[in-house]
């Protein structure tokens, strides 16, 4: 496929407001729909393992794809930077697409079992071991660097639409037509995304540049990362405050939450209204990352709202009553929001574009195989040591993520480019 190579702009000339260029509207539609397609596809599949089997089998089946997303996503950075990002996100949103779409048509016609779920559990997680780290690429290769902190912002406002929006569209699939019509709905929803990933304008590294182009192997364009990476002042530093913050914050924030709410009597609804504090402070976030574009003294900030936002989430196994729990989960997203936007925005900015695949294949790896770690252990610390300290250990952790970027000179100093 023959890939679209935007025009360079005059040496003056200012750059577009991401939330005014059509080429970057286009993106947002884009991934706004495949994440939707996902959050149908997830509960879909849920339902659908519940229904075929035992409860611990429909456990493994929702699991199951993490297994191949862990062990492939270094390798789905290489691809991404190989091929480029543009390319491998369409042919892993076709791909998901058409098997999706596939098990809808089998559960159509017949009620299989628990193969044909699994089996698309682990494309899943296959396909998205190269669509995390091409993600994570493709902005730096449609907007101007000075537009990439709103492009951040505007990315995290997309995945807190799909998110409210996705659960309740696949319940009511699930309602209407059963669980086939939902991941038709899933497929269909995922399919919207490849024409508009079709008319993006890209950038493209310098030939030069780019991996393969002294006809390097795969395996030695992952050293090179890796090495890229472990060498590099601002990012080396800038991973390990994320692994940090991420393995503090997932589990008090996922298992010690539910706990948490048991422990205190808020119930199912009240765990809602904290979650709902969360997600509305992280809404926040992203609003102003879109609106102002550009925050100073990014490195800085971003160290200083991981530690404010550590104290809020050690502060919610302490506080009196439901309603200071909910303000207190909505400083933590307004500020820990803030802070992961801020990170997503450095690593974009910070990366040569010819190496983003593998950087945004780190930093994804940190979060979805290392910090996920922290869930049971944090539940069964919790069972061992109560809430309390294990809240307070864990927003200690998550605090070093910020310790990290305000110690360090060179991630401190980052700014953001505008």
Same mark, same amino acid.
């Given at each position: 496929? !023959?890939?679209?190579?935007?025009?360079?702009?005059?040496?003056?000339?200012?750059?577009r407001?991401?939330?005014?260029?059509?080429?970057v509207?286009?993106?947002?539609?884009?991934?706004?729909?495949?994440?939707?397609?996902?959050?149908?596809?997830?509960?879909?599949?849920? $339902?659908?393992?519940?229904?075929?089997?035992?409860?611990?089998?429909?456990?493994?089946?929702?699991?199951?794809?993490?297994?191949?997303?862990?062990l492939?996503?270094?390798?789905g950075?290489?691809?991404?930077?190989?091929? &480029?990002?543009?390319r491998? /996100?369409?042919?892993?949103?076709?791909?998901?697409?058409?098997?999706?779409?596939?098990?809808?048509?089998?559960? #159509?016609?017949?009620? %299989?079992?628990? $193969?044909?779920?699994?089996?698309?559990?682990?494309? #899943?997680?296959? =396909?998205?071991?190269?669509?995390?780290?091409?993600?994570?690429?493709?902005?730096?290769?449609i907007?101007?660097?000075?537009?990439?902190?709103r492009?951040?912002?505007?990315?995290?406002?997309a995945?807190? #639409?799909?998110?409210?929006?996705?659960?309740?569209?696949?319940?009511?699939?699930?309602? +209407?037509?059963?669980?086939?019509?939902? #991941? !038709?709905?899933?497929?269909?929803?995922?399919?919207v995304?490849v024409?508009?990933?079709?008319?993006?304008?890209?950038?493209?590294?310098?030939?030069?540049?780019?991996?393969?182009?002294?006809?390097?192997?795969?395996?030695?364009?992952?050293?090179?990362?890796?090495?890229?990476i472990?060498?590099?002042?601002?990012?080396?530093?800038?991973?390990?405050?994320?692994?940090? &913050?991420?393995?503090?914050? =997932?589990?008090?924030l996922?298992?010690?939450? !539910?706990? *948490?709410?048991?422990?205190?009597?808020?119930?199912?609804? &009240?765990?809602?209204?904290?979650?709902?504090?969360?997600?509305?402070?992280?809404?926040?976030?992203?609003l =102003?990352?879109?609106?102002?574009?550009?925050?100073?003294?990014?490195?800085?900030?971003?160290?200083? !709202? =991981?530690?404010?936002?550590?104290?809020?989430?050690?502060? *919610?196994?302490?506080?009196?009553?439901?309603?200071?729990?909910?303000?207190?989960?909505?400083?933590?997203? +307004?500020?820990?929001?803030?802070s992961?936007?801020?990170a997503?925005?450095l690593?974009?900015?910070?990366?040569?574009?010819?190496?983003? &695949?593998?950087?945004?294949?780190?930093?994804?790896?940190?979060?979805?195989?290392?910090? %996920?770690?922290?869930?049971?252990?944090?539940?069964?610390?919790?069972g061992? $040591?109560?809430?309390?300290?294990?809240?307070?250990?864990?927003?200690?952790?998550?605090?070093l993520?910020?310790?990290?970027?305000?110690? /360090?000179?060179?991630?401190?100093r980052?700014?953001?480019?505008?």
């Amino acid at each position: 496929m !023959t890939t679209v190579s935007a025009p360079t702009a005059a040496p003056h000339a200012p750059e577009r407001p991401a939330h005014r260029d059509g080429n970057v509207l286009r993106w947002v539609g884009a991934y706004t729909a495949s994440m939707m397609g996902d959050n149908i596809y997830f509960l879909s599949l849920s $339902w659908a393992a519940v229904q075929s089997g035992t409860p611990a089998q429909a456990g493994l089946v929702t699991a199951v794809s993490a297994v191949p997303r862990t062990l492939l996503l270094l390798g789905g950075g290489v691809i991404a930077d190989r091929f &480029g990002p543009r390319r491998v /996100v369409i042919g892993s949103d076709t791909v998901r697409c058409a098997a999706v779409l596939a098990v809808a048509a089998l559960l #159509f016609v017949t009620r %299989p079992g628990l $193969w044909p779920l699994t089996a698309l559990a682990l494309v #899943f997680g296959t =396909v998205d071991a190269v669509f995390m780290p091409a993600v994570g690429a493709l902005p730096a290769r449609i907007t101007a660097p000075g537009q990439l902190a709103r492009v951040q912002g505007m990315r995290g406002m997309a995945m807190r #639409f799909a998110n409210i929006a996705g659960a309740p569209l696949g319940g009511l699939g699930v309602a +209407l037509g059963g669980t086939a019509a939902a #991941f !038709t709905l899933a497929g269909l929803l995922i399919a919207v995304s490849v024409p508009l990933l079709i008319s993006l304008r890209v950038r493209e590294p310098a030939p030069d540049h780019a991996p393969g182009a002294g006809r390097t192997t795969p395996w030695r364009d992952l050293r090179d990362g890796l090495r890229y990476i472990r060498g590099h002042r601002v990012l080396a530093p800038l991973i390990a405050a994320i692994a940090l &913050g991420d393995l503090g914050f =997932v589990g008090p924030l996922n298992v010690g939450l !539910t706990l *948490l709410a048991d422990e205190r009597g808020w119930g199912a609804s &009240g765990m809602g209204w904290v979650l709902a504090g969360f997600g509305t402070g992280a809404a926040v976030a992203a609003l =102003v990352l879109t609106v102002r574009g550009r925050l100073p003294h990014a490195g800085r900030l971003a160290g200083v !709202t =991981v530690l404010a936002g550590s104290a809020a989430m050690g502060a *919610l196994a302490y506080v009196p009553d439901l309603l200071a729990a909910v303000g207190a989960a909505l400083l933590v997203g +307004l500020l820990t929001g803030l802070s992961g936007f801020l990170a997503g925005a450095l690593l974009q900015t910070q990366s040569d574009p010819a190496y983003l &695949g593998r950087v945004s294949a780190v930093a994804s790896l940190v979060s979805l195989g290392v910090a %996920p770690l922290s869930m049971p252990l944090s539940a069964a610390a919790i069972g061992a $040591w109560g809430t309390r300290p294990v809240f307070t250990v864990s927003a200690a952790v998550c605090a070093l993520g910020g310790v990290v970027a305000l110690y /360090v000179r060179d991630l401190r100093r980052a700014q953001l480019p505008g």
